[in-house]
């Protein structure tokens, strides 16, 4: 959770399923400006395996990526915008966006955190670290997350969902590493610059009925159109 928020329980991660394949649907396009073939493409093949990885249909996924490479006559214009600030009861929040229309962003950013507080630039992004997170899985048996951090050259490595590991890394090293851990045994799932918190808050320090409200307005946060991914400042 520190790394990056997902709805922990099963009806809002079905009820997700949608909203994730827009977001899914918008890495695509931005991938794809690089050009339509994941095999001369990396950064398009990562996004591919993901969404393959959720069963994306294909149609869907065949439209984004020509959509964004230019091939449907289609303009498309997606920009980043990030904002920090807090959840209910201090929880920091870094919330990135990719929005067609960054006046309505902002304005829904404004209401959602009516619940918690909006900060300025700065206000919260001090206390978090601008990272490299890389997924991977074992490709086989006796993969050792330790040693393939070791030699892949990652500065740490946590467990992820369903078996898998998320590497952290500097920034800059994001690309070097996710082309040596193949290398070490595992194959990437994602990678992609994030947010890590320094100091998460302990989920044990809050009440059921906190912690409830937290998870709710990251909830919210995250069925937004124009948010792509929350990093919230939970540990464990």
């Known amino acids: 959770m520190g790394a990056q928020w997902k709805a922990k329980h099963k009806d809002l991660a079905a009820n997700a399923r949608g909203r994730l394949f827009g977001k899914l649907a918008k890495d695509l396009m931005i991938a794809a400006r690089g050009g339509p073939d994941p095999a001369a493409n990396s950064r398009l093949r990562l996004v591919v395996e993901q969404a393959r990885k959720v069963s994306m249909p294909k149609d869907t996924l065949e439209r ?3 959509k964004g490479a230019g091939l449907t006559g289609e303009a498309v ?3 980043y915008a990030l ?19 960054v006046n309505r962003a902002a304005s829904e950013m404004r209401v959602l955190f009516r619940k918690g507080q909006l900060g300025s630039s ?3 992004a001090w206390d978090f670290d ?9 490709a086989g048996p006796g993969a050792d997350p330790e040693m393939a951090a070791i030699e892949a050259g990652a500065q740490d490595f946590d467990a992820a969902d369903e078996g898998a590991t998320l590497f952290l890394t500097d920034a ?6 996710s082309r040596a ?10 990678a992609k610059l994030g947010y890590r918190p320094k100091n998460p808050v302990d989920p044990a320090s809050l009440s059921a009925e906190q912690l409830e409200e937290v998870e709710a307005f990251l909830a919210a946060l995250d069925a937004n159109e124009d948010v792509q991914t929350v990093f919230a400042g939970l540990r464990g």
Do not use: W
């Open 172 to 177: 800059a090293d994001l690309d070097v590493v």
């Open 122 to 124: 700065g206000s919260v």
């Open 83 to 101: 904002y920090e600030g807090f959840a209910p009861h201090r929880v920091p929040v870094m919330v990135e966006c990719l929005t067609d229309n």
């Open 181 to 190: 851990l193949p290398a070490q045994g595992f194959s990437v799932l994602s």
């Open 77 to 79: 214009h997606f920009e």
């Open 64 to 66: 984004a990526i020509k």
């Open 130 to 138: 601008h990272v490299g997170l890389i997924e991977a899985e074992p």
